[in-house]
Nanobody, 121 residues
Framework: QVQLVESGGGLVQPGGSLRLSCAAS????????MAWYRQAPGKERESVAH???????NYADSVKGRFTISRDNAKNTVYLQMNSLKPEDTAVYYC???????????????WGQGTQVTVSS
């Protein structure tokens, strides 16, 4: 089995910073990509940032220049450093990993349980 465990959410004032972490564990053979998504109340889940096994990175336009995604391959962990936070960044943030389990030949998406980020004064 595979688990993704997130941490680092919380309440922060506008302009503040938070760092999210997500560690993947279990019977993992390889990880193709890791990513962060978010879902605000009443809205659909949206992509925030992706980091791929070749090191390439994509960001949503709304977070470019403020958020930084990074990855520690040795620890199967992805981070999201969020700076200059705005009230519109308030959402539940979900970690995603596209990975292959040991003994299989295909990649599957796995999700964390979500962590709440609230930006408010």
């Amino acid at each position: 089995q595979v688990q993704l465990v997130e941490s680092g959410g919380g309440l922060v004032q506008p302009g503040g910073s938070l760092r999210l972490s997500c560690a993947a564990s279990g019977s993992i053979a390889s990880i193709d990509s890791m990513a962060w998504y978010r879902q605000a109340p009443g809205k659909e889940r949206e992509s925030v940032a992706h980091i791929f096994s070749d090191g390439s990175i994509n960001y949503a336009d709304s977070v470019k220049g403020r958020f930084t995604i990074s990855r520690d391959n040795a620890k199967n962990t992805v981070y999201l450093q969020m700076n200059s936070l705005k009230p519109e960044d308030t959402a539940v943030y979900y970690c995603n990993a596209r990975l292959r389990q040991r003994g299989t030949y295909f990649y599957t998406d796995y999700w964390g349980q979500g962590t709440q980020v609230t930006v408010s004064s």
